[in-house]
Every structure is written in C-alpha cells, then in structure tokens.
C-alpha cells in the first residue's frame, strides 16, 4: 500500500508546483504608468503608482493585487483647484490611496478585480475592470473604476456625484 501511495504524493507535489509556478509577479513600470480621473467639472492625475501584482491570465481566480498611491501627487493643471482637491481628501491626515483585490475573475470584456479601496481613512468594496496585454515578459494592464466620493467622505462644495479612473500601468515579471 505504501509503495502505491508515495508515486501518488511526488506527483501530487509535482503539480501544485507546476501550478504555483505558472502565477507571474509582475513589476509596475512606475515612469510609464498612469492614474487619471475625471467628473464634472474637474480632471487630473495622480503620479508614482507602487502595486504589488501576483497574475495569470489563464488562472485569474489565484491572482492576488495591491495597489497604492500618494494623494498628495494628485494634479488637476491648475495651482487654486490642486489645492482644493487635496484639502477634500485630507491628504495631510490621509496620505495614501489604497486597492486590495479580494477576488480576481474574467469576464466578456477583460478581468474584474473585486476589493477593497481605501481612501480619506475610509474602505468601500470597489470593482477595478481591466484587461491586459501579455508580451511575454512584459506587458500591460488597462483598467477603470467609478468611485462615488460622498461615500468615502468626500462632499465639499463641488464635488462630483461620481469620478472615473482610468489606469494604464505597464509591467514587467520579476
């Protein structure tokens, strides 16, 4: 019986790190990766995007992502609006805007990335769509999210019912 059992348990081993093998870590090129947003009246970018991406377009459902920015980065092109957007997010209190994923799924269009996002000390379930490009050892994901602000705190005058953000981040594996 135990002869039988142990050619069982190498390739039992054999495969889960064959699978474990196939999940890639992915590097965020942060000079080429952008976050833009918009909503009435206003538009702008955050800069310097650090994300922690573990993926395989073939086994989306074992991906793990993270994702983090510096709310302070943020720019709207004008001097007078920067300053108003940042007061609202509480920078100086709140300094980092935050994504984890809980579940990682595909669909029609590309992936869904259901977590958590954190932003102004406060953490909301949000769904990032995105797809991404494979070129081997790089590549690039391409995704967006609406955030409703009034959810997360955020309702000075001004601000819009709801903002889209739009990610461009470009990758390499590690």
């Known amino acids: ?14 495969s889960l790190c064959a699978f474990t093998l196939a999940l890639t870590n992915w590097n965020v090129k942060s000079e080429g990766a952008t976050v833009e947003f918009s909503g009435g009246k206003i538009n702008g970018s955050f800069k310097g995007l650090k994300a922690d991406i573990v993926f395989d377009k073939e086994h989306p ?26 007061d609202a997010l509480g920078v100086d209190k709140y300094p980092t805007i935050k994504f984890v994923s809980t579940s990682v799924s595909k669909n029609a269009g590309g992936y869904l990335a259901k977590g958590n996002l954190t932003m102004k000390g406060v953490t909301r379930p949000s769904t990032v769509h995105f797809t991404f490009d494979d070129n ?4 690039v994901f391409r995704g967006n999210l609406k955030v409703i602000p009034k959810d997360f705190g955020i309702d000075h005058n001004g601000t819009p019912d709801q903002v889209m953000v739009k990610l461009i981040v470009p990758v390499t594996k590690s």
């Open 136 to 139: 081997g050892g790089q590549g």
């Open 1 to 14: 019986m135990k002869k039988k059992l142990y050619p069982a348990i190498i390739a039992a081993i054999i």
């Open 61 to 86: 459902e074992k991906a793990k992502m993270s994702a983090s920015i510096e709310a302070p980065s943020i720019t709207t092109g004008f001097f007078l609006k920067n300053s108003h957007v940042k």
